[in-house]
């Protein structure tokens, strides 16, 4: 079972503030750890969400660069922070985001501290919840050398997948990682049938051939496939 993102965070999961404590909105430690126990007796593996990309303007490092600036410890762990510009929020600075999203500040993973930390991260999940396995969000975005440096062999009981890699880079890491790279192939055809194509000649009150059409799409999109 893939479990979206748990840790805590300002609004949504993927702005996330803390990556060793379990959102509050969803339970805590000892939840979370029930749960678990409860999907691996039902023989159950469980693959939680790595929002390693990004992180919410709450997150603790951040919050130190909004308050020293240019002295704090933290600046570096942010992928160009730039104290000539602003932003939206006016904090006399911008920085990289994900996608525009200015609430989302983009984490600099070539920074060994970062790096560092969000493997502490990591192996407490696994100490802590005995996780199966980890699904990093937004892998198209980050460093390649990122992957090279999480070091898919060390965990030797956890699978690890990533979404939306460059089309080599997917090929390469399937050589070296096979099964731990996942792409969406279905979901882009789904995509490119439901809003540019087969489905667009259907009005949205005829939802009976929408579902007969779409139900055609999937079985010769997964025959093909297949």
Sequence with gaps: VYIGPIFQSMRHGYDTINYQ??????????????????????????????????????????????????????????CNVDFQQDNAFHDGFCYDTWKGAVSLVKLNLANVDVRNYLMECIQMWIDTYQIDGLRLDAAECMLPSFFEYLNFEQYQNVCVSADKLFDDYIKSLERKYRGSVIDFWFRRKEKNVLFGGRLGQYKYYDMDKVIEAAMQMCEEELAAFV
Excluded: C, P, T
């Design 21 to 78: 404590m379990i959102d509050e909105r969803l339970g805590d430690h000892h939840d979370f750890k029930l749960l678990v126990e409860a999907f691996h007796q039902a023989d159950i593996k469980v693959v939680v969400d790595a929002v390693f990309h990004h992180v919410g303007r709450e997150f603790f490092a951040f919050q130190d660069l909004l308050k020293h600036r240019h002295a704090s410890k933290y600046v570096n762990w942010f």
